[in-house]
C-alpha cells in the first residue's frame, strides 16, 4: 500500500485539505480529487503546457509536480482566474480574438500569460513569444493567440 500524506493547499482561494498517496501528481489531484478539469492532460511528460497552473504564483507543469510539492502553497488554475467581476484580461482578448480552436491548450496559455502579465505587464514581443512557445497548440497555428497576448498585455498595462 503506497503511502498516503495529508495535503493542505489554497486552491482558488479555499483552503482544502487532503489526503494523497505520494506518487500523486497536481494534475491528478485538481481534476480527479477537487474536479477542476480545466488544466489539461496533453503529454504528462512536462513538453505542452496544457497543465500549467500557478503555484504561489509561478507557472508549473501540474503533470510533473508532486502535489506534495505544492503542499502548504496557493494553487490558481484556470478556474481561479475570473472574478466576480468577469474574465480575467487574458481570457477575454483570447475569446475577442477566436485565439482557441478546440481549446484544448487554452487553459495552458491562459494561464501562464495571466503569470507573464503579472510580473512584466509592457513584456516585450520577444518575451510573449517565448512565452508562448512553451506552450502546444495544434490548431491554431499561434498568430491568433499572438494577438490576444498583445490585447491582453494592452488592458493589463497600468
Ligand atoms: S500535460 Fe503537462 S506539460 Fe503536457
Ligand atoms: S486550440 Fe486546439 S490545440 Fe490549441
Do not use: W
Request: charged share 20%; aromatic share 4%.
Amino acid at each position: 500500500m503506497p503511502s498516503e500524506h495529508i495535503l493542505t493547499l489554497t486552491v482558488n482561494g479555499d483552503r482544502r485539505r487532503l489526503l494523497a498517496p505520494a506518487s500523486r501528481t497536481l494534475l491528478d489531484l485538481l481534476r480527479e480529487d477537487l474536479g477542476l478539469t480545466g488544466s489539461k492532460h496533453g503529454c504528462d511528460v512536462g513538453d505542452c503546457g496544457a497543465c500549467t497552473v500557478l503555484v504561489d504564483g509561478v507557472p508549473r507543469l501540474a503533470c510533473i509536480t508532486l502535489a506534495a510539492d505544492a503542499d502548504g502553497c496557493a494553487v490558481t488554475t484556470i478556474e481561479g482566474l475570473a472574478t466576480a467581476d468577469g474574465l480575467h484580461p487574458v481570457q477575454q482578448a483570447f475569446h475577442d480574438h477566436l485565439a482557441a480552436q478546440c481549446g484544448y491548450c487554452t487553459p495552458g496559455f491562459v494561464v501562464a500569460l495571466a503569470a507573464l502579465f503579472a510580473e512584466h505587464p509592457d513584456a516585450s514581443d520577444d518575451r510573449l513569444r517565448e512565452t508562448l512557445g512553451a506552450n502546444i497548440c495544434r490548431c491554431t497555428g499561434y498568430t491568433k493567440i499572438l494577438d490576444a497576448a498583445r490585447a491582453a498585455r494592452g488592458a493589463m498595462k497600468p
